[in-house]
C-alpha cells in the first residue's frame, strides 16, 4: 500500500460541467500518473507528473488538464466534460523496483 | 512507438490446473521492465510480477511465474494450482528505458479475463 487515495470515489455529472478529480499521496512519490480504463483499451495515460508543478501529456490527454502544486496532491481536470470522458480513472504513482502503485479508482459519469 | 499485446481476451481454467496468459510487446530498446497486473473485481490494481529484460531468469512469486523470451518479445503469465480468487483481470505492462521530460512511460496492454471454474 503506497498511500494513495482518490476523491471522489465516484461522480455522476452532466456533459459541459468541470470535473476535478483529486489523487492524493502520503509517501513523497515524485512521479505521479492518471490514466483512464475503459473496456477493450486497457488503461491509458492521460497526463503525468514528474515534480511539482512539472507535468507533460500522455496518450490520450485532449480535453484534460492537470496540475501539481504540491508533492501529495495531483489533480485531474475535464474542463468541459463529455460523455466519452465516462470512465474509470486510476492514479499512480512509480515507486522503489520501478513498480507502480494504483489508487483505488474514480468512476466518471457524464450524462 | 512501443506496444504491448494481449491477444486473449478471455481465459477459463479449471480450479487446481495450470494456465498460461499471453504477452507480446514490441520495443527497439534493449533495457525495459515488464509487469504483470491483476485486477480483481474491486478494481484495485495489484501488482503480481515483475521481470527486468537484462536478467536471463524467469521471475517467480509463488504460484505466478513468467516465460520471459526476449528475442521473441514474449512475456507469459503462468499461475499454477489456479484457485477461485485468481479469478480477475490480468494486464501486461511495458517500462521503458527511454527517460522522456524526467519521467519513464508505462505501456499495458488491453486485458485477460480470467475465469476460474469450480
Known amino acids: 500500500d503506497a498511500g494513495i487515495t482518490q476523491s471522489p470515489r465516484h461522480k455522476v455529472t452532466e456533459t459541459g460541467t468541470p470535473v476535478t478529480l483529486r489523487c492524493h499521496q502520503t509517501?513523497?512519490?515524485?512521479?505521479m500518473y492518471w490514466y483512464r480504463q475503459d473496456p477493450g483499451h486497457g488503461l491509458r495515460l492521460i497526463h503525468y507528473?514528474?515534480?511539482?508543478?512539472?507535468?507533460d501529456k500522455g496518450e490520450v490527454s485532449d480535453g484534460y488538464s492537470v496540475s501539481r502544486s504540491k508533492t501529495e496532491d495531483f489533480l485531474l481536470t475535464l474542463e468541459s466534460a463529455t460523455s466519452s470522458q465516462t470512465s474509470v480513472y486510476f492514479c499512480?504513482?512509480?515507486?522503489?523496483?520501478?513498480?507502480?502503485?494504483f489508487g483505488p479508482g474514480t468512476r466518471l459519469t457524464v450524462l | 512507438a512501443q506496444t504491448v499485446t494481449q491477444s486473449q481476451p478471455e481465459m477459463s481454467v479449471q480450479e487446481a490446473e495450470t494456465v498460461t496468459l499471453s504477452c507480446t510487446y514490441d520495443?527497439?530498446?534493449?533495457?525495459?521492465?515488464l509487469f504483470w497486473y491483476k485486477q480483481p473485481p474491486s478494481r484495485q490494481m495489484i501488482l503480481v510480477i515483475r521481470?527486468?529484460?537484462?536478467?536471463?531468469q524467469n521471475a517467480t512469486e509463488n504460484r505466478f511465474s513468467v516465460n520471459f523470451q526476449k528475442a521473441a518479445k514474449s512475456f507469459s503469465l503462468k499461475i499454477s494450482d489456479s484457485q477461485l480468487g485468481d479469478a480477475a483481470m490480468y494486464f501486461c505492462?511495458?517500462?521503458?528505458?527511454?527517460?522522456?521530460?524526467?519521467?519513464?512511460?508505462?505501456?499495458f496492454g488491453t486485458g485477460t479475463r480470467l475465469k476460474v471454474l469450480a
Open positions: 499512480a504513482i512509480s515507486a522503489r523496483d520501478n513498480e507502480q502503485f
Open positions: 509517501e513523497n512519490h515524485r512521479y
Open positions: 507528473s514528474y515534480g511539482v508543478k512539472d507535468t
Open positions: 520495443t527497439s530498446e534493449s533495457d525495459y521492465y
Open positions: 521481470q527486468e529484460a537484462y536478467k536471463q
Open positions: 505492462a511495458y517500462r521503458g528505458s527511454s527517460y522522456t521530460s524526467g519521467t519513464y512511460k508505462y505501456i
